[in-house]
Structure formats: structure tokens, C-alpha cells
């Protein structure tokens, strides 16, 4: 770790050293330099990490396609030792968040393809269980790999990408689950079609099937993946430069490279000093807490939504088969909301209204169950209610992020977000107990209670921030909307003087 008392070096490391060579990229920098290099960074490595992340959103979140594929019937588990293969995966989920510092501490390309080794490995031995225990423990593990990767996954874009430009790649991250999810339910319906019947269930080969993958990828990924914008072998030797000065110049215009630095333009370990600022920061833990609320809507639905699809009436392949259309929508609503955003440059109004838009739909599904209305209310339910947790939870990651002013800030950030968000599913996976079926109102009307409750918090966080941004500006003698920006490199482009939090 670095000295305590070495702030401002940490803050400037992320720069190129502005002696060497730098001036060629500031005397001609260009907006088109600038966009051809964004869109080589969205095509080559933002689509990548979301391939990553619907592969590891596949292993983790299979298990409720594999439960309605004849699982439990095979190893004879009960509703609560499924209730427990769930729980044992988010345990250590939430123990093993702080992983998400480790992007700061060793060469992403490393961290990120162990990773992805180590979550296909565990997944794909799945298939070979025999009983609840061997079960249980892979569960345990598979969670411990998937902890270290998806979590810092926006921190880790935060090093590439500006931040009113992070919510649409966090979005097209964040959009892999609802995709992986439609894609998992339609791989179900066919490996149950094929393993009718064979000499290896269908739940076994859904493991198999989508397990073993993760295990080539990782072999791709070590020689793929970028430490830094400096180290990007997909860009030229001009473009490497014209990335690393694209995100510079938000952070810090007079830098000089720190002792730590690697000589790529980004330095490991990490500042204590801001570290321990940003665990007092209660910020933080307001988005927290959203993220916790959303998280038990989040975790509970996909896992469950094949059972209630089907406890609903349907046969097992059309449950599999009708689980896939609220997720494709889900895909569609998350890249658009997150465009929408970063182009507002703005996150709590899209946050407050999808949160509502999922507190609608779970409370149609519990209403609809209650009053035993026809199953085709139920199913209109689970649209507003899938697109809206997965947009809500992409805006508080952006959030999150925006809102930190250092590096090691956004590190922490993020793993207060995950430790704190993570305790959702311990509580969202348990809202289905057998005993509730086939209407579950129980469960859907906490899930309703928590995004309206993610609405409320998102409300007194952007009143908290506006109030913050209006002392800043007063400090600074400006209005805070912008006019204090100052002209970059003489070609257009401005960036803002005074730190102000996105609202």
C-alpha cells in the first residue's frame, strides 16, 4: 500500500507522464481521436467483460433451470437444502467482496483470467454431484470465484471510460444478466428436449453445457484483457496515448507520474487515507442500501421465475421456454436507460422511476395471486418488474462510481456497495418457500416494498448531493451547472473546474 500521506500522488498516477511524448497528443488531439478510440474500447473490450459476465450470471443463476430439469428429484433434496445451495453461494459472495480492491492491487489481465478459470472449473463440476454436500460445496467455492470478478467489473471500467460515459458501458455490462438469463432459459428447453430419456440428465449437461466454457475463455482473456488504456494491444501506439489522456484530463491537468506507477500510466496498491475517507462517507452506504433492496428482488426472481412460471400451470418446457421473453426485454430497456442517462448525465430521476416501475410489477403479481386473478396477469408482472431492478441496478453502480473523487475511493466505494448490496439475496432467496406456491404473495410484496424503498433513498441522496453542489459552487463563486468549466487543449472540450456530484 501506498504512504497514508501520499494523497495527491495517488490521485495523478492514472496519467502519462506529460515529458514524454505527451505533447504530440496535446498539440493535435482531435474529438475524432477521441471517438474512434471510445468505440474500439466499447467493440473490443467493453462487449468482452459482458460475455465475461453473462458467462459467470450462467453459472451462478442455473440452478433454478436445473431445479425444474429434474435436480431435486435426482439427489432428493428438499425445499430447504435448495433454499441452502442458494444461501451458501451468497455467504461467501459477501464475504470475499473486498476482492474487488485486488483490481487496484494486481495486473487485471492475471486477476480477471483466474477468475474466469476458477468460477468454469466450479461450475462445471456441478455436473458430477451426487448428493446435497458435494453440492453444497461447490456452491460455496462458485461463489467465492464469482465474487472476485463481477462486482469490481465497473470499477475496473472506470479506468478506461470518463464518468458521464460509464453508465452506457456499465449498462452493457449489467445487460449481459438479463441476456444470459433469456439464454439460459432457452438452452434449458433444449437440453431438456435432448436429454429426455439419454444416459445423462438434463440437468447434469445444463451444468456441463454452460460451465466448461468459462474454462477457454480464461486461456483467451489472460492475453486479451488490457491492465490500463497504455496496455491495449487492440490500439495503436497513438490511440494507447489518446485513451490514457481521454481519462486524465477529467481527474488531473498538471500531473506528474508517482513512484508507484508502473510506467503504463496506472499505479497499484492502494491509499489508505482515502480509503478510510470513504468508509466514513455515508454517501456510500445510502446507495448501499438501495443496491441491498434491489438485490433481494434481483436474486430471488431468476433463480425462482422457471417454478413460477410453472406453478402458474404450465409444463416444465413451456416454463423454461416463457421465462426467456421478460429478460430480452430487460436487455433492450437496461442499454437504452443507460444512454439515456449518461447522455442526461444524470442518474436519480431514471433510478426513481424504474425502481417504481419494479415496485409496480412485483405489486401486480402479488395482487394478481391474492385475488386469483388468470395467470396471464401474473406473467405481464414480471416485464416492469425484471426491467426495472436490472436498470435500477446499473444507475447505483454508475452512481456509485461517479460519486468518488479518487481512485482508491472508487475501489472502496465499490466494495462497501457489494459487501452492504450482497446481504439482499440472503433475504431475496428465501421469499419463495414452497409452501406459498403458486401464487408466492408473500414474497412479491416484499419485493415490492424494497424498490419502492430504493425510490425514497435515491430521493434524499440527490437532495443530499444538491445541497453539496450548491456549497461547492458558492465556494467557488459559480452557479454549479457547468459554466465554470475551462476549455481543453484549445480543441472544444471542457472539463469541470470544481468536483460536483452526478444527481
Partial sequence: MEDPDDGDDEEKSFLPDRSQGARDITDDYTPEDDRQVLRKLDRRLVLFMALLYMMSFLDRSNIGNARVAGMMQDLHLSASQYEWLLTAFYINYILFEWMTLLYRVFPPHVYISICVLSWGVLASLQSIATS?????????LLGVGEAAF??????????????????????????AA????SFASTLAWVLMKVGQGGPVAPWRLLFLVEGFPSVFVAVFAW?????????AKFLSPRERKVAAWRVAVERDRDAKPSQGQTGSGVSRGLNVKQVLQTLADP??????????????AFSSLPVFLPTIIKEIGYESLTAQALSAPPYLVSFLVVLLTSHISDRLQSRSPLLIMHALSAAFGYALIALAGSLRWPPFWRY???YPACAGFFSAITLIITWTINNQESESGRGTGMAILNVVGQCGPLLGTRLYPDTDAPYYVRGMSVCAVFMVLVAV???????????????RAKEKGSAGNGEDAVPLFGRGERRQETFLYFL
Avoid at 132 to 140: M, N
Avoid at 153 to 174: D, K, W
Fill in 132 to 140: 446435497f454436500v458435494p453440492l453444497l460445496i461447490l456452491r460455496a
Fill in 150 to 175: 463481477g462486482p469490481g467489473v465497473p470499477f475496473y471500467l472506470s479506468f478506461f471510460f470518463r464518468r458521464n460515459e460509464l453508465a452506457m458501458r456499465t449498462g452493457l455490462f449489467i445487460s
Fill in 178 to 181: 438479463p441476456l444470459a438469463t
Fill in 223 to 231: 492475453h486479451f484483457i488490457p491492465d490500463d488504456p497504455s496496455t
Fill in 283 to 296: 454517501k456510500c452506504y445510502l446507495t448501499a442500501l438501495m443496491f441491498f433492496s434491489c438485490n433481494v
Fill in 380 to 382: 405481464i408482472g414480471i
Fill in 457 to 471: 433513498l435515491a430521493m434524499g441522496l440527490r437532495f443530499m448531493l444538491s445541497r453539496e453542489n450548491a456549497r
